[in-house]
């Protein structure tokens, strides 16, 4: 039996956002996996305050670790040592010594860092002593370059600074990991270049609806974000200006639905808009959708939006750059630029048939590439060393 502390650098359940859905699909691969005790342990901030008990089928302790958002004297003495502004609030004293005498406690056979703020607590003995696991989401400092070129202005200086800093900091804590697992195809080289043991580790789907066949009869296109991310903001905002306009005009009847967080303020029924905020029943507002799209053209990880589509069997439009390598299923339509996107979803309109030879390839697609079994096998060879 090994014993493995799992730290998630957000509480994965309840599951409030595609980056704690991520992380609760890779536990649920961790618990299927066989001669395991395992102890997990989610980053509990403000933002993301509640903690539900893990599910599985065999009992997990649960030690949930407050991270104070304030940053003391201490912490901003370690910018000195090079510690990002946005690390800090990580690794407050109690934070840090929690982590520290559980693992001298317990004398676990490995640490899974679910999340770069996770993999910021480990300190350097325990690299030395433990085989630490880190599961890469995004690269950090690439979400801070993005940030400091399109957040609001006067907060860019703030995100350059964090992201000049975060960059040999990453690379240096991703550097001491003995396995890296990338959500993204797209970050492997960079990842590589870091740390030479980086594996791809795709999430997975367990759960398929068949795509209704009235789907084909909605004059409704459907896209799900929380509106108050950047990416899904700075996309929306400039498909609504530069792509939809054009579109509406030929198809006056055909209505753009937005669901998530923040949302509503989209809604424009001039131009056939209109944002429902967070919706609980995320499989009947799909199910409403002719097909999804992903008007996103930058961003980094994996885009979890790919995900719903083939949960929910329905044809996604996406820019090539957010396709995370996987522009061979066929329910995903790649486009290069603003004019091939809009040529995509003119031709989803133009022939029912498309649709339909698309659906039909979506199960398959999904099994090759998303199968649960196939993550449990990989993640059982990584803990078992088979």
């Known amino acids: 039996m090994k014993k493995i502390l799992y730290i998630s650098h957000k509480p994965i359940f309840p599951i409030k956002d595609g980056g704690s859905r991520a992380m609760a699909l890779f536990f649920e691969a961790l618990t299927m996996c066989e001669n395991l005790e395992i102890t997990y342990v989610p980053l509990v901030t403000s933002k993301h305050a509640k903690v539900d008990p893990p599910r599985g089928s065999q009992p997990i302790q649960t030690v949930p670790l407050p991270v104070s958002t304030r940053k003391g004297l201490f912490q901003f003495r370690r910018m000195i040592d090079g510690v990002p502004l946005n690390v800090l609030r990580y690794l407050g004293s109690s934070s840090v010594s929690t982590i520290n005498d559980l ?122 974000g929380d509106m108050e991310w950047l990416p899904n903001k700075r996309a929306m905002t400039q498909f609504i200006a530069k792509v939809w306009p054009v579109f509406h005009q030929e198809f006056p009847h055909v209505q753009l639905s937005i669901a998530g967080r923040g949302s509503e303020k989209y809604t424009n029924p001039s131009l056939g808009i209109q944002g429902y905020g967070f919706v609980g029943q995320l499989r009947e507002f799909i199910q409403q959708q002719r097909f999804l799209i992903n008007p996103i053209l930058e961003g980094t990880g994996f885009n979890m939006k790919l995900l719903d589509a083939l949960v929910y069997q329905i044809p996604l439009i996406s820019y090539r750059s957010r396709l995370c390598g996987l522009t061979g299923i066929a329910c995903f339509l790649p486009s290069m630029n603003d004019e091939e996107f809009l040529q995509n979803m003119k031709r989803m309109f133009a022939d029912d048939t498309v649709i339909q030879e698309i659906s039909a390839t979506i199960h398959t697609d999904a099994t090759k590439y998303f199968n649960l079994n196939d993550r449990v096998n990989e993640l059982q060879n990584v803990l078992h060393g088979n």
């Open 103 to 224: 693992i001298l406690q317990r004398n676990f056979d490995a640490i899974i860092c679910d999340g770069f703020y996770a993999l910021c607590l480990i300190g350097e003995e325990h690299f030395k002593h433990h085989a630490v696991i880190y599961r890469s989401h995004n690269l950090e400092t690439y979400h801070w370059e993005q940030r400091s070129k399109y957040d609001i202005w006067w907060k860019r200086p703030l995100f350059r600074w964090i992201a000049r800093m975060m960059k040999p900091y990453e690379q240096a804590k991703v550097e001491r990991a003995s396995k890296v697992l990338s959500i993204s195809a797209d970050e492997m080289d960079v990842l590589h270049q870091w740390n030479p043991n980086t594996h791809l580790f795709l999430p997975h789907i367990t759960e398929h609806f068949p795509n209704h066949s009235s789907s084909m009869q909605q004059n409704s296109i459907g896209f799900v």
